[in-house]
């Protein structure tokens, strides 16, 4: 069984509340049901985190190190200058895919610059909760050939 670590940025927590025009009516705990439901399916365990402080995002990281095949991260608003963070995730030597529910590059100019896009394996943006299905289906592949 593969272990994915799911890391939700700030403000995620209040998906359903939250400018529910841009970002849509499932909320959080539904998102994050959907999301072990998902990986309980493609037979992984998704361990889920939610943080607003970019140092504890940090610290998830470096602990997902000890036992996590794979990140899905959605840096929220720290995608766009959180260097720190993409340095824990380059240490982490893990694969990486970066999460976002809308679409940034049709968004504000300053949303559509990430600093993890570079060291990521791969972005999934504009999908909405469904992004991290997609992202599961994704790492489970990802997986599934480095072990060949």
């Known amino acids: 069984m593969q272990h994915i670590c799911v890391l939700h940025g700030?403000?995620?927590?209040l998906l359903g509340v939250r400018e529910p025009d841009v970002y849509g009516q499932v909320t959080f705990d539904e998102m994050n049901?959907?999301?072990?439901?998902?990986?309980k399916a493609l037979d992984m365990e998704a361990r889920i985190f939610?943080?607003?402080?970019?140092?504890?995002?940090?610290?998830?990281?470096?602990?997902?190190?000890k036992w996590a095949d794979a990140i899905i991260i959605n840096p929220?608003?720290?995608?766009?200058?959180a260097y720190a963070i993409r340095d824990?995730?380059?240490a982490s030597r893990l694969p990486i895919v970066e999460v976002h529910l809308t679409n940034v590059h049709a968004r504000e100019e300053w949303r559509r610059h990430s600093v993890i896009a570079?060291?990521?394996?791969?972005?999934?943006?504009?999908f909405g909760?469904?992004?991290?299905?997609?992202?599961?289906?994704?790492?489970?592949?990802?997986?599934?050939?480095?072990?060949?």
Do not use: C, F, W
């Not at 700030?10 to 927590?13: A, C, E, K």
């Not at 991290?132 to 072990?147: D, F, G, P, Q």
């Open 129 to 148: 909760m469904n992004g991290y299905l997609l992202a599961l289906s994704a790492v489970k592949t990802l997986l599934e050939e480095s072990h060949r």
């Open 118 to 126: 570079p060291i990521a394996t791969g972005q999934i943006i504009g």
């Open 88 to 90: 824990a995730l380059v």
């Open 50 to 65: 939610q943080s607003n402080s970019e140092g504890e995002i940090i610290d998830l990281i470096q602990e997902a190190m």
């Open 33 to 39: 049901r959907r999301i072990k439901e998902r990986a």
């Open 10 to 13: 700030p403000n995620l927590n």
């Open 76 to 81: 929220g608003a720290y995608t766009h200058y």
